[in-house]
């Protein structure tokens, strides 16, 4: 199996994981956004560091990608702060679409960083699904609060498109399993002030759907971070928008949504979009 077609898998899995993510965070209530943040992360960083535990290297890393560690920790935690007001504030639908914006910020800052040239075909490709995008989130037709929440959400999906630059960045020089555990614990210390100080109670159930959030969201960290690792962001980047597929099935499912003729029409074009770039990959 190539090293593309393993980012493929990773990238389809990822937005499985991502796309349980977003049912439990909305499935948890009136808790703060940063609260369910500080326990998402919490979660990750106690995961990821049992992997490096059983590792040789354990916690050991090369002080040369300290930098880009860090790159990756503040826009990611930027990301998910944002996403998950866009989720508490947002049918569930569109903060997922909104955050599926960052392949197409991944790309863009790929360019610019990384030096990734892109072909004419892959940015139309792109340029395409986030058109597909716009379709579902039908910005003209929303309220001035919820403008505000989306430009939020957008916000979110620039900070995650740039987290997996620097992640693509590091590819060959850090492990995956490092790389979410500092990006993980550094979202929890950034948090860990309102965790402490604003505090909201939660119930047992709360607790447990939050953990699960947690879990779904570490299995998609490692995932995105495998996937990024094994091949260029304008090559993958576009099956992060399967996440599409994924949500629109949960919120048929759990919360009842039934997405209208726009929408269909936004993933009828990003699925299509899809299925190109795969063929049009292979074949050169």
Request: aromatic share 18%.
């Given at each position: 199996m190539s090293n593309k077609t393993k980012g493929i898998i990773f990238i389809i899995t990822s937005a499985l994981c991502f796309a349980f993510m977003n049912m439990f965070v909305r499935l948890a209530g009136d808790v703060p956004s940063v609260q369910k943040s500080f326990f998402r992360n919490s979660v990750a960083c106690i995961f990821a560091a049992a992997v490096l535990l059983r590792s040789e290297e354990k916690f050991r890393f090369d002080k040369k990608n300290l930098p880009d560690l860090i790159g990756r920790s503040v826009f990611g935690t930027i990301g998910i702060l944002c996403n998950f007001y866009a989720i508490d504030h947002l049918p569930l639908a569109d903060a997922s679409m909104l955050n599926k914006l960052s392949p197409f910020f991944a790309i863009i800052f790929s360019y610019f960083l990384l030096k990734e040239k892109m072909t004419l075909v892959q940015i139309?490709?792109?340029?395409?699904?986030?058109?597909?995008?716009?379709?579902?989130?039908k910005p003209a037709g929303i309220s001035i609060d919820q403008t505000l929440s989306a430009c939020i959400g957008t916000l979110g999906g620039m900070g995650a498109g740039l987290a997996y630059t620097f992640v693509r960045k590091m590819s060959g020089?850090?492990?995956?399993?490092?790389?979410?555990?500092?990006?993980?614990?550094?979202?929890?210390?950034?948090?860990?002030?309102?965790?402490?100080?604003?505090?909201?109670?939660?119930?047992?159930?709360?607790?447990?759907?939050?953990?699960?959030?947690?879990?779904?969201?570490?299995?998609?960290?490692?995932?995105?971070?495998?996937?990024?690792?094994?091949?260029?962001?304008?090559?993958?980047?576009?099956?992060?928008?399967?996440?599409?597929?994924?949500?629109?099935?949960?919120?048929?499912?759990?919360?009842?949504?039934?997405?209208?003729?726009?929408?269909?029409?936004?993933?009828?074009?990003?699925?299509?979009?899809?299925?190109?770039?795969?063929?049009?990959?292979?074949?050169?």
């Open positions: 139309l490709s792109v340029i395409t699904a986030f058109i597909g995008v716009i379709f579902i989130i020089k850090e492990r995956g399993a490092f790389i979410v555990f500092f990006f993980s614990a550094f979202s929890c210390l950034v948090t860990l002030p309102y965790f402490i100080f604003n505090y909201s109670p939660m119930t047992l159930n709360q607790t447990i759907i939050l953990i699960l959030a947690g879990l779904s969201a570490a299995g998609g960290q490692f995932t995105i971070t495998a996937a990024y690792s094994h091949a260029p962001a304008k090559e993958i980047s576009v099956f992060d928008y399967t996440q599409i597929i994924f949500v629109s099935l949960i919120g048929f499912i759990v919360f009842n949504e039934i997405p209208d003729i726009f929408s269909v029409i936004g993933y009828i074009i990003i699925c299509t979009v899809g299925i190109i770039m795969f063929f049009y990959g292979n074949k050169k």
